[in-house]
């Protein structure tokens, strides 16, 4: 089983930046998108970046501008800038990716940003 692992988040201030790594522990369906989501507490998962295998993107209002999504194939990782952050970023980061079995989702990483 495949399995996903995020890292880069942590504590930042407003207008900060931070870079978030998401690693495959094994091979990924390089032909399918990958993206990221974000869950704060209280909300609903949402979509904040996608990536398809041709490296097209696509992003929400709410982050348009600000964060960039790209991939490395060869090392099965995506990754996504975040700049600019605002308080209102804060919340648990989730990539997904496609595998022989199926959707995987990692674990999710928390990025705080303070006002």
């Known amino acids: 089983q495949v399995q996903l692992v995020e890292s880069g988040g942590g504590l930042v201030q407003a207008g900060g930046s931070l870079r978030l790594s998401c690693a495959a522990s094994g091979s990924i369906l390089s032909i399918k998108p990958m993206a990221w989501y974000r869950q704060a507490p209280g909300k609903q998962r949402e979509l904040v970046a996608v990536i398809t295998s041709a490296g097209s993107t696509n992003y929400p209002d709410s982050v348009k501008g600000r964060f960039a999504i790209s991939r490395d194939n060869a090392k099965n990782t995506v990754y996504l800038q975040m700049n600019s952050l605002k308080p209102e970023d804060t919340a648990v980061y989730y990539c997904?990716?496609?595998?022989?079995?199926?959707?995987?989702w990692g674990q999710g990483t928390l990025v705080t940003v303070s006002s």
């Open positions: 997904n990716a496609w595998t022989y079995q199926g959707s995987v």
